[in-house]
């Protein structure tokens, strides 16, 4: 309701109810809301510094929701000014070069501190920015990382001290930023590898190869250019793909998967076997998790898979094998 901005209608819409209400009843007790601040911002020569407080009161409802039904809910920036790891480039300036949207960037995170102040640790976190790019990119380095990320979390903690704050990794999530070890936050990693069986034939990638990905398997076998030269993913190279972030959670530092999921066009026999070993790996480390997303082309509802089973569900067609397979892996409370 607020992952991007829409021209014929600012403001995005109300968050649904009913979505906290199945999340409760199948024992859900997470969610991540991604988010444009372009939503709550009014545009003032361009730079939406002016913030809509009827965009932020539906923001507090849908925690509001949450909070009712036992839920937590992690706000996050998907997309922030000078920053989205889709089509950064409509931006009108860069967050880690330009000072001013470093400080936009920091005065909209004050507003949602604001805003949901009334709300514990347990009711609510904040996750700064989604899936930063890779290092050396459009200017981003590790001390540019921690700049930013020190400046957003300095402006929360003005208003909540102890607030509950989560970086995404470096390299789209995928890396370890370990130039925020010092800052107090949690990390959040995600669970897209391999891509050829995620991501296969995802047209928003802008990856012509996907669409050539030969239909996936699991496990997976990569042939490259060389016939002999096989890479095999399989749940032990899946342990070891997460092996810095159980290192970094040796450190004391909290780890969670912010997103994981397999996109509709894998069939689905294959995203089963492949999301039951990798939540097995999240169950051995103790990781919390979000799928992307409840609704759509990754989701227990109305994801379109071509041969998945579905049961009708208050207008929605769901997934009931993958239903059930999430919730034979829900994390422990607390």
């Not at 990119?137 to 909540?160: D, E, K």
């Amino acid at each position: 309701e607020k992952f991007a901005w829409k021209p014929v209608r600012p403001g995005g819409g109300r968050f649904s109810e009913w979505d906290f209400d199945f999340m409760a009843e199948h024992g859900f007790r997470f969610a991540r809301l991604p988010m444009d601040y372009r939503l709550w911002t009014r545009d003032l020569d361009g730079a939406r510094r002016e913030v809509d407080e009827g965009v932020l009161a539906e923001i507090l409802q849908a925690v509001e929701l949450a909070r009712q039904r036992g839920i937590h809910i992690c706000l996050n920036m998907h997309r922030a000014p000078g920053y989205c790891v889709n089509k950064p480039e409509i931006e009108p300036y860069s967050l880690w070069i330009d000072p001013s949207a470093q400080e936009n960037f920091a005065r909209h995170w004050r507003a949602l501190a604001e805003a949901v102040k009334s709300f514990s640790n347990d009711e609510c976190s904040l996750d700064l920015l989604n899936e930063p790019p890779g290092y050396g990119v459009g200017g981003f380095t590790p001390q540019v990382h921690r700049q930013v990320m020190q400046l957003a979390a300095q402006a929360i903690r003005q208003v909540t001290p102890d607030r509950l704050i989560i970086c995404d990794g470096g390299n789209v999530g995928t890396t370890p930023a370990l130039e925020l070890l010092d800052l107090g936050v949690a990390q959040s990693t995600r669970g897209y590898a391999p891509w050829q069986i995620t991501h296969y034939r995802a047209t928003w990638l802008n990856l012509p190869e996907a669409f050539v990905w030969p239909e996936p398997a699991w496990p997976l076998k990569i042939v490259g250019e060389d016939p002999a030269a096989v890479v095999v993913w399989d749940k032990d190279r899946l342990r070891e793909h997460y092996r810095p972030w159980v290192e970094l959670a040796g450190r004391g530092i909290g780890v969670h998967v912010g997103e994981f999921g397999v996109h509709h066009h894998t069939p689905p026999e294959v995203a089963y076997a492949f999301l039951e070993d990798l939540l097995s790996i999240f169950d051995e480390n103790g990781w919390g998790w979000a799928l992307w997303n409840l609704r759509g082309a990754f989701g227990v509802l109305d994801s379109g898979r071509p041969g998945v089973k579905t049961d009708k569900c208050r207008g929605h067609q769901l997934d009931r094998q993958m239903l059930d397979l999430l919730k034979s892996h829900l994390p422990a409370a607390g």
